[in-house]
């Protein structure tokens, strides 16, 4: 068959070959060769058939995404313009086991949502899009997308990856036979969620294990970040455990419980460490899979239920301990943006008695009815907090209950107007606030 270029392949078996539907296929692993499938595809409205044999002579890529990936949709211009850069040597295939009529629906939300100007219209034409699949999914079982398979030119699966790694100067090295190292996506679809890290896999995550007060290097098997607290009151047992965050995540975590998402804005930590490349991804994309099998982390608590309230406490006190970090609160005097009274305006308190509200309307106001100075600091002016490198401290004294409106909270200047109407402003002044300060350990 000659190398005719098919736009759009919709992957169907054949119909004389229906009872290969039901046949179960093992799963590929690196250097296995994809067995010989007769596929049914469709282009322009007529049906023809493949064989994978077909696909020898070239690198092939399988691009598996699913509806629900944004990361999958976002990539696929990118995707685009790799198979148009390599017209001749390489087959790029986004594989989904979603139905076209899925797809589609999928894509119109996209373009309703985003008001037309979503550049997303579907799956590009120039790549070849096999929809509706169970066969390829047997043969490279995984649980999250995008997750990408090469296959060399003899038709032997060579790495099994994640998106990130398939670029343009990856698969120009590759076609010129020159060494290149992915990172293996250990994802093969199966994780227990359920059961202790140590216990997962028939204890595949011992190999992980860096302390005994359950802290693990990357659960590569996962993929995705996750958190999970139970309260087991049959067994009077509290779990907490967080799936592949960041140190950083792993110290704002210890503050939630006595300060909420105080600590969570970048305004709000001193990072005193020679090498603050272990706290935050790489920009670089092709640097992402190995950063992450070295600086993610895993932390897994199990304690008296009795204890569950100190959940903040213990495990502060252990990545202090097992880490070669601090992770503290401090007082430190730094540049604000400090709430204070006006001079112009007198403040008039709420005179409501009704249970104290604060939200967000569906046009994007936040009002706040009977509330507080803390409640519109880290409610109100958190939008606001998060966009700027200076934090947000209340410097009024004010201790009375208040009803305030803000239209857009992300724009300064029209916040102190309607600050300024009710009696309050924001001004630059130095002052003593509260830090997360992470230092390296002397």
């Not at 896999?201 to 190999?207: A, D, K, P, V």
């Not at 967000?360 to 409610?379: P, V």
């Not at 004010?398 to 409106?405: P, S």
């Amino acid at each position: 068959m000659k190398n005719t270029f098919f736009p759009i392949i919709f992957l169907v078996l054949l119909g004389s070959q229906v009872s290969a539907q039901k046949q179960q296929f093992k799963r590929l692993e690196i250097g296995d060769t994809i067995p010989e499938l007769q596929l049914e595809y469709s282009s322009d409205g007529k049906k023809q058939s493949i064989n994978t044999r077909e696909w020898r002579g070239k690198l092939i890529i399988l691009d598996f995404w699913n509806i629900w990936c944004t990361s999958c949709i976002a990539a696929m211009p990118e995707m685009s313009r790799l198979q148009q850069r390599f017209p001749a040597s390489l087959r790029l295939f986004p594989v989904t086991n979603n139905s076209q009529k899925q797809i589609d629906e999928q894509f119109q939300k996209i373009a309703k949502r985003s008001g037309g100007e979503q550049n997303h219209t579907g799956v590009p034409d120039n790549l070849a899009s096999i929809v509706g699949d169970t066969v390829l999914h047997q043969l490279f079982p995984h649980r999250s997308v995008p997750h990408h398979v090469w296959i060399d030119q003899d038709g032997k699966v060579k790495y099994i990856s994640d998106g990130q790694n398939s670029t343009t100067e990856n698969v120009e090295s590759f076609l010129q036979h020159k060494e290149i190292k992915l990172t293996l996506k250990k994802d093969t679809g199966t994780f227990d969620m359920q059961a202790p890290l140590y216990r997962e896999g028939g204890g595949r995550q011992l190999s992980n294990l860096q302390y005994y007060s359950m802290i693990y290097r990357e659960a590569g098997e996962w993929s995705n970040r996750n958190i999970v607290q139970q309260h087991d009151t049959a067994n009077f047992v509290y779990r907490f455990r967080m799936i592949n965050s960041t140190l950083l995540e792993l110290a704002r975590q210890t503050t939630i419980t006595k300060y909420k998402t105080k600590f969570f804005a970048k305004n709000r930590l001193v990072l005193d460490v020679a090498d603050s490349s272990k706290f935050y991804w790489p920009k670089d994309k092709n640097e992402k899979s190995a950063w992450r099998e070295k600086n993610l982390y895993c932390y897994d608590l199990a304690a008296p239920l009795s204890r569950a309230e100190e959940r903040n406490e213990i495990m502060l006190s252990d990545l202090n301990q097992l880490l070669p970090y601090s992770f503290a609160i401090e007082i430190r005097k730094v540049k604000c943006l400090a709430l204070v009274k006006s001079k112009k305006t007198r403040i008039i308190p709420s005179t409501q008695r009704n249970t104290p509200k604060a939200y967000y309307t569906e046009g994007g106001e936040f009002i706040m009815e009977n509330g507080t100075i803390d409640d519109l600091i880290t409610q109100g002016l958190s939008a606001l907090n998060a966009g700027i490198e200076t934090p947000i401290e209340d410097a009024t004294g004010y201790g009375r209950r208040l009803d305030i409106r803000l239209t857009e909270v992300k724009n300064l200047n029209q916040i102190k107007k309607e600050l300024n109407m009710h009696g309050f402003d924001l001004v630059e002044k130095e002052m003593n606030a509260e830090m997360l300060v992470i230092a390296d350990h002397e």
